[in-house]
């Protein structure tokens, strides 16, 4: 498949940019260098395209979304720098193919339109989630259109074949398409993190990178429900629907960073594809 040309799972912690974590950002060195090399790795495949997955955009029970906006846009203003924006155009082609593969598949998704932001009472702004690995991407020179996904409370194997879904869309568009997940691990590795302090999130995040580096999906459809409840995730999702879309292909591990300084796990790992297995 020579037109997905890299994927990657890349947390989304605002603090690791530098605008808004100032001398903080020497605290997620590993974490923030780690972002810069994928963002170098995945401009060498020259992407006309990036799919990014949030968990943090309009989150629905029974739905992934895509937004279908035109042109979207976010910024950091509710992190104290108002002035720090990005803007990307859409790619309506390649978001028409996946809403296709997705009607094949099962997959209920929602077409995040205006009147329906309006309705829900949803942003179409870039969430956190989506904007600070692509901040990274625009500081390596991307300047393509991207598709902003979202996920739903759908079971994890059906965000698993979402990422199918995907990766059968993308190989029906003649562009170049990079993939990132973003996603936070856990939550509780220490007594002052956000979601409290348990000691199962440190076996949760270990787990998931070991399965990562491996792209070893059965390994975390058979995890423990308790291990995952108590960990206090947020990448959970995301990383089901990323390996979904590598999928019956054959990668390679370029990039792999974890820390968690701040409480939570921050994992950077990326993949370089090289075809089916």
Known sequence: MDNLVGCA???????????????????????????????????????QTIVIITPHGPVFEDAVTVSIHPRLRGSMAQFGVPDLVLGFETDNLLIKHIIRNCQRLGINLNELTDDIAKNYRVSLQLDH?????????????????????????????????????????????????????????SHRLTADAPAGYSPKGAEFDRQVVTALTNMDV???????????????????????FLLGVMG?????????????????????????????K
């Open 9 to 47: 799972l890349m947390p989304h912690p605002p603090i690791m940019i530098p605008e808004v974590g100032n001398q903080e950002l020497e605290k997620i060195k590993s974490t923030v260098d780690a972002a810069k090399q994928v963002a170098e790795m995945l401009k060498e495949g020259n992407p």
């Open 129 to 185: 989630g989506a904007f600070v690995p692509l901040y990274y991407l625009a500081k390596a020179g991307f300047k393509g259109q991207i598709v902003h996904l979202t996920i739903g409370m759908l079971a994890y194997e059906e965000m698993y074949t979402f990422g199918k879904a995907v990766q059968a869309a993308i190989g029906h568009v003649d562009k170049r398409v990079a993939v990132i997940a973003s996603g936070d691990l």
């Open 218 to 240: 059965k390994s975390l459809l058979n995890m423990d429900g308790n291990l995952i409840e108590e960990a206090g995730q947020c990448g959970l999702r995301s990383i089901f």
């Open 248 to 276: 019956g292909l054959e990668a390679e591990v370029k990039t792999s960073s974890y820390e968690g300084p701040f409480g939570v796990g921050y994992a950077v790992i990326s993949y370089k594809l090289k075809g089916k």
